[in-house]
């Protein structure tokens, strides 16, 4: 069965410090994968995906993943936190069982000034 | 460009009443369509999703239900609301033949006492 991993229901960082958050997948087929934020008492917004092609994908406010087959591991970064990345995280897998999506947990982030 | 709209934003209902939650699309034609459930500090909770009218699948047994009149409609139901019915209900929408992937709408919090 497809599943994902993260790694951390709480991540805390200072302002301008990397930020690392990790998702581990589990698929018997080629993953799509995908990163989503949510802000307190929004919807989820997309972030980033890889379906195929450069691993390295590049997505909104300056956030990266990249993907590792090997690893089965799709960690988000980025170079400097702001304030504003406070928020949850969430990871996920395309289900190959019908048009469903298959989430994470979700990561909480804290930024600190 | 394509938009989501969730009503109410807010709701608080007794133990007992029923629910209607009403989910609509714009700039799409034949979406899938989705229902998912965040209750308070948890994760995402996929209840129901639809790829086209009339078509429903429920991912978890419980009180609740859904129904998909139009194209871009989709309505989550209850005919009597449990205090384990309360949490963040949000919709979300895939470009209907692909499973790719999802796009959310502000959501509603539902409060019942």
């Known amino acids: 069965a497809q599943s994902v991993t993260q790694l951390g229901s709480h991540v805390s960082v200072s302002e301008g410090a990397l930020v690392l958050l990790r998702c581990n997948y589990s698929?018997?087929?080629?993953?799509?994968l995908f990163w989503y934020v949510q802000y307190p008492n929004q919807g989820l917004q997309l972030l980033l995906k890889?379906?195929?092609?450069?691993?390295l994908v590049k997505g909104i406010n300056g956030f990266e993943a990249e993907f590792k087959k090997s690893e089965t591991s799709f960690h988000l970064t980025k170079p400097s936190a702001h304030m504003s990345d406070a928020a949850e995280y969430f990871c996920?897998?395309?289900?190959?069982?019908?048009?469903?999506?298959?989430f994470g947990q979700g990561t909480e982030l804290s930024v600190k000034p | 460009s394509q938009t989501i709209h969730q009503w109410p934003a807010t709701l608080v209902q007794p133990v007992g009443s029923p629910l209607s939650l009403e989910c609509t699309v714009e700039?799409?034609?034949?979406?899938?369509l989705y229902w998912y459930r965040q209750a308070a500090g948890r994760g995402l909770q996929l209840l129901f999703y639809?790829?086209?009218?009339?078509?429903i699948s429920s991912e978890v047994p419980q009180n609740l239900s859904a129904s998909r009149p139009q194209d871009r409609q989709f309505i989550l139901s209850s005919k009597k609301l449990l205090l384990s019915d309360s949490g963040f209900y949000l919709c979300?929408?895939?470009?209907?033949?692909?499973?790719?992937?999802?796009?959310f709408g502000p959501g509603t919090r539902l409060t019942v006492t």
């Open positions: 979300a929408w895939s470009v209907g033949g692909t499973i790719y992937e999802q796009y």
């Open positions: 698929s018997s087929v080629p993953p799509y």
């Open positions: 890889y379906t195929t092609g450069a691993t």
């Open positions: 996920a897998v395309r289900s190959h069982q019908g048009g469903k999506l298959i």
């Open positions: 700039g799409t034609s034949n979406p899938n």
């Open positions: 639809s790829v086209g009218i009339g078509q």
